[in-house]
């Protein structure tokens, strides 16, 4: 295996084995310490009062905390000792961009790579379909309280943008792209990043259309952070998508980002071609195959104990590989 192959099987390896072992590592420090942890959307109905929605946003706001942690507890260190990655390389910076370009970039992104899912869910609130529980519980419930948008805060707008952009593009998305390049790099995490989401993996018509949907504003995540080399579009554009609104809210809201695709088409296009510019299409089917079948993998629990023995093991071969090239680059820098 030549120097470039290593690399890139310890991004993909290590990318991979972070995903499942962060998660696994901090639910078994928990029982170790003997921390309880619910997860709210078990027990969601309804007819959740405003006293149950508080409790819910505090337990889910920290269910996702420390299994974020989880992440981070080995991304960063292995970064950090592998390449020197600080936060601004974890996407955590204007990267030089004024607020407002970065703010016209996200409202942009949301519009151009969106709007399937935005006509999608509009045609969901007029004829809806079956969906899990907590789900359709959430979209039943009664909205006119702010207790709901603090827990819809905490579920979509404000928690998902945050957590999930950090952690798809600015780790996964970045740490592959060092060694795979960008188009790779985008369908690898956008794919994981998709198929993650288990509530949208059901045959039928309106599942199968969110899930597309849904890859297709992943990769539009994925190239704003790319051509900006900033969280703040993508987290912008995710968290528009994820504002709960009723039926005409989204039909006005469909119509001003409709508006808006076509104002910045032009220019959308001229970053797409930039990103992937010299993008192998082998590579990113490739990525994107990988990233999508390990998601579905880790999703059934029949055989999660072997998934997440595989993770480990992945784990220590990107570590091995990464410390083998760390070793060969002292070498060749010692000889200069």
């Given at each position: 295996?030549?120097?470039?192959?290593?690399?890139?099987a310890?991004?993909?390896?290590?990318?991979?084995?972070?995903?499942?072992?962060?998660?696994v590592?901090?639910?078994?420090?928990?029982?170790?310490?003997?921390?309880?942890?619910?997860?709210?959307l078990?027990?969601?109905?309804?007819?959740?009062?405003?006293?149950?929605?508080?409790?819910?946003?505090r337990?889910?706001?920290?269910?996702?905390?420390?299994?974020?942690?989880?992440?981070?507890?080995?991304?960063?260190p292995?970064?950090?000792?592998?390449?020197?990655?600080?936060?601004?390389?974890?996407?955590?910076?204007?990267?030089g961009?004024?607020?407002?370009?970065?703010?016209?970039?996200?409202?942009g992104?949301?519009?151009?790579?969106?709007?399937?899912?935005?006509?999608?869910?509009?045609?969901?609130?007029?004829?809806?379909?079956?969906?899990?529980?907590?789900?359709?519980?959430?979209l039943?419930?009664?909205?006119?309280?702010?207790?709901?948008?603090?827990?819809?805060?905490?579920l979509?707008?404000?928690?998902?943008?945050?957590?999930?952009?950090?952690?798809?593009?600015g780790?996964?998305?970045?740490?592959?792209?060092?060694d795979?390049?960008?188009g790779?790099?985008?369908?690898?995490?956008?794919?994981?990043?998709?198929?993650?989401?288990?509530?949208?993996?059901?045959?039928?018509?309106y599942?199968?259309?969110?899930?597309?949907?849904?890859?297709?504003?992943?990769?539009?995540?994925?190239?704003v952070?790319?051509?900006?080399?900033?969280?703040?579009?993508?987290?912008?554009?995710?968290?528009?998508?994820?504002?709960?609104?009723?039926?005409?809210?989204q039909?006005?809201?469909?119509?001003?980002?409709?508006?808006?695709?076509?104002?910045a088409?032009?220019?959308?296009?001229?970053?797409?071609?930039?990103?992937?510019?010299?993008?192998?299409?082998?590579?990113?089917?490739?990525?994107?195959?990988?990233?999508?079948?390990?998601?579905?993998?880790?999703?059934?629990?029949?055989?999660?104990?072997?998934?997440?023995?595989?993770?480990?093991?992945?784990?220590?071969?990107a570590?091995?590989?990464?410390?083998?090239d760390?070793?060969?680059?002292?070498?060749?820098?010692?000889?200069?």
């Amino acid at each position: 295996m030549n120097g470039t192959s290593q690399r890139r099987a310890a991004a993909l390896l290590e990318v991979l084995g972070v995903y499942l072992c962060g998660p696994v590592l901090m639910l078994e420090l928990r029982r170790l310490l003997g921390v309880s942890l619910t997860n709210p959307l078990n027990n969601l109905t309804a007819q959740a009062t405003g006293a149950d929605l508080m409790t819910a946003s505090r337990q889910l706001l920290t269910l996702l905390l420390i299994s974020n942690a989880g992440y981070y507890v080995l991304a960063v260190p292995l970064n950090w000792w592998y390449r020197r990655r600080k936060p601004a390389d974890f996407g955590l910076t204007r990267a030089g961009r004024p607020w407002m370009f970065l703010l016209l970039a996200g409202i942009g992104s949301a519009a151009v790579w969106e709007w399937p899912i935005l006509t999608l869910n509009l045609a969901n609130a007029l004829h809806p379909n079956a969906t899990v529980p907590w789900r359709q519980a959430f979209l039943d419930m009664s909205w006119q309280r702010w207790q709901f948008w603090l827990f819809a805060g905490v579920l979509s707008w404000a928690g998902a943008p945050f957590f999930e952009e950090l952690f798809y593009r600015g780790y996964c998305q970045r740490r592959l792209a060092e060694d795979w390049g960008d188009g790779p790099a985008i369908f690898g995490a956008a794919c994981l990043f998709t198929f993650s989401h288990g509530q949208y993996l059901r045959l039928d018509p309106y599942n199968v259309g969110m899930t597309a949907g849904l890859l297709l504003s992943a990769i539009g995540f994925g190239a704003v952070f790319a051509w900006t080399r900033s969280l703040i579009p993508a987290m912008i554009a995710h968290a528009l998508f994820d504002i709960p609104m009723t039926l005409r809210w989204q039909a006005l809201f469909l119509a001003v980002m409709m508006i808006i695709a076509l104002i910045a088409a032009r220019r959308a296009g001229l970053a797409i071609r930039q990103v992937f510019s010299g993008a192998s299409a082998t590579a990113c089917a490739a990525l994107g195959l990988i990233g999508g079948a390990y998601a579905v993998l880790t999703s059934v629990d029949r055989i999660i104990l072997y998934v997440v023995v595989a993770a480990v093991a992945m784990l220590i071969v990107a570590v091995i590989f990464e410390a083998r090239d760390q070793s060969l680059s002292s070498r060749a820098g010692g000889t200069v």
